[in-house]
């Protein structure tokens, strides 16, 4: 069970390029977010999935898309990379918030730097 | 979701009681009190979590006040490997929500020989 894997772990980027931020989870959870935290911040909801074919935005989603075409994968997408979205994103899963036991799990993080 | 309140900072002594304290006077009566911690940069891990009653888990134990306004997330014996930023966050247990989490700065701790 290896829970919730991002890839990848670093990346650099060119102002104006464009990546996607794989995200992956194998507990069969419905809801999956994704976060992203600044140096010496909280973390910052960008889009989010209550399950395959539906996404929401979160607090930041202005420069990203996502999509949610299986239960497991929650690619996000950065279509014009600028500086301002050098930061740490982390992907979550959870089992819906009215469960028994609905904590969120996530991933490791992928550190991206645009220059 | 109610906002929280938490210390920036905490030091404590390996092997003593952790006590890290939240402040949530503006929750709701169906909003619960998560705790996660973060250790050096990795994803958030979650510890526990709670409604009403004070609740123990093989990490930690959570103790709310009656009044529900705040709360102490305890590490009964903390390790050096204890050290991390904590974040308190309460949040409304609804399908409609999403299970939205929002994160703070929390409290960074600092476990000392």
């Known amino acids: 069970n290896a829970g919730v894997t991002q890839t990848p772990k670093f990346r650099i980027l060119k102002i104006g390029q464009s990546m996607t931020l794989q995200c992956t989870q194998d507990?069969?959870?419905?809801?999956m977010y994704w976060y992203r935290q600044d140096p010496g911040m909280g973390l910052k909801l960008i889009y989010y999935s209550v399950g395959a074919g539906i996404t929401d935005k979160g607090e930041v989603p202005n420069g990203y898309n996502v999509s949610r075409s299986t239960t497991e994968d929650f690619p996000l997408r950065l279509e014009l990379a600028a500086p301002s979205q050098t930061s740490v994103y982390f992907c979550a899963s959870s089992y819906p918030p009215d469960s028994v036991n609905s904590p969120l799990h996530f991933g490791n993080g992928t550190r991206l730097t645009v220059t | 979701d109610a906002k929280t309140t938490q210390p920036p900072s905490m030091d404590c002594a390996e092997g003593r009681a952790a006590n890290l304290p939240c402040n949530h006077s503006?929750?709701?009566?169906?909003?619960?009190v998560y705790w996660y911690r973060q250790i050096h940069s990795q994803g958030p891990q979650y510890i526990i979590h709670?409604?009403?009653n004070n609740e123990t888990n093989e990490m930690a134990s959570l103790i709310i006040t009656e009044d529900r306004k705040s709360s102490t997330l305890i590490l009964p014996h903390a390790t050096l490997r204890d050290t991390a930023v904590y974040y308190c966050i309460v949040r409304v247990e609804d399908t409609g929500t999403a299970s939205k989490l929002t994160f703070g700065t929390g409290t960074r701790l600092q476990v000392t020989l």
């Open positions: 709670g409604l009403k």
């Open positions: 503006t929750i709701s009566g169906n909003e619960y």
């Open positions: 507990m069969n959870h419905n809801y």
